[in-house]
């Protein structure tokens, strides 16, 4: 199955677009790519998931390359709430369509 | 997307003792997925859940210790056998309802073993 990788770290400014990369250069034609999120002691959250065309909705965009090895999730306006750990995840039959989750970037938002 | 009802929401069991966590699902899933979240990482998979066939574990992980009952498209349980303080984790369950929704995860089981 596909792995990702990801910064362990970031940092953004309240009001500033949250740009988080995601490289999966192993992925399969079939498998797609998911966001999740988790904020401390609760579960994870869902954001946004695609296949390889970029998808937005009304928590984030998602931008993935035309070669599908690597993806971009935005968050356009983050603020204090966003600060969580991010998890890119690709899976698919080969996978058994289970999510495993890496070590994700932690996102600090700063006001 | 589907809401998942997991219980117990947290316990402090015994060492020796096993604990059986419950996720209900309000509609029919093919799919159902337990994690075991330890202190300060990130989640890992402990097994897939279908209904009418054994569960398949990930490596590092056996039945006699996690066995997973699925008895119909909407319930599933996890027992964590003859708990030892390692096992002091947070445990969720997570469902699949197709491609076009993601998935959604239970709100998790806190065990404490002391």
């Known amino acids: 199955d596909a792995k990702t990788t990801q910064p362990p770290s970031m940092d953004c400014a309240e009001g500033r677009a949250a740009n988080l990369p995601c490289n999966h250069s192993t992925i399969s034609g079939n498998e797609y790519v998911y966001w999740y999120r988790q904020i401390h002691s609760q579960g994870p959250q869902y954001i946004i998931h695609g296949l390889k065309n970029n998808e937005t909705n009304e928590m984030a965009s998602l931008i993935i390359t035309e070669d599908r090895k690597s993806s971009t999730l935005i968050l356009p306006h983050a603020t204090l709430r966003d600060t969580a750990v991010y998890y890119c995840?690709?899976?698919?039959?080969?996978?058994?369509?289970?999510?495993?989750f890496g070590k994700g970037t932690s996102l600090l938002v700063t006001p | 997307s589907a809401v998942i009802s997991q219980k117990p929401s947290r316990d402090i069991c015994q060492r020796g003792t096993s604990l059986t966590i419950q996720c209900q699902v309000d509609?029919?899933?093919?799919?159902m997925f337990w994690y075991r979240q330890q202190p300060g990482q990130s989640l890992t998979l402990i097994a897939t859940a279908n209904q009418g066939s054994e569960a398949t574990y990930e490596s590092g992980f056996v039945i006699d210790k996690f066995p997973i009952s699925r008895p119909n498209l909407t319930f599933s349980t996890l027992t964590v056998s003859n708990l030892s303080p390692e096992d002091s984790s947070i445990y969720l369950c997570?469902?699949?309802?197709?491609?076009?929704?993601?998935?959604?995860f239970g709100s998790g089981t806190r065990l404490t073993v002391v």
């Open positions: 995840i690709v899976t698919g039959s080969n996978s058994g369509y289970a999510l495993n």
């Open positions: 997570s469902v699949e309802k197709g491609t076009a929704y993601g998935y959604t």
């Open positions: 509609s029919q899933v093919t799919m």
